[in-house]
């Protein structure tokens, strides 16, 4: 993304997130919540992030997805309480 001028630009497009984590952001950057920009987002670890925030790692790395422009669907549980798995899994236990 930041190897072309239009993904330069992109990333200093005011980013949208969980008003938790924009409240981390903000007070690691010394900047208002309404200031962060997508490559604020991308600049830390997901881990790191969650910690502070309280949300899920994985909450995490989707606000960081969709400020990279990448659209993430949310998972839905298998019914039955079974993991989702690949068609490459289910064909080795046939």
């Not at 925030?53 to 990448?70: C, D, F, T, Y």
Request: hydrophobic content about 35%; glycine content about 6%; proline content about 3%.
């Amino acid at each position: 993304m930041s190897r072309t001028r239009r993904g330069r630009e992109q990333l200093t497009d005011r980013a949208e997130m969980p008003r938790k984590l924009a409240r981390v952001l903000a007070a690691r950057l010394n900047r208002q919540p309404e200031e962060l920009t997508r490559r604020d987002v991308l600049r830390y670890q997901a881990e790191d992030l969650a910690r502070e925030s309280s949300m899920s790692v994985e909450e995490i790395r989707r606000v960081k997805l969709a400020a990279l422009g990448v659209r993430v669907q949310q998972r839905r549980p298998k019914a039955g309480g079974e993991k989702a798995r690949g068609k490459g899994a289910q064909d080795a236990q046939e």
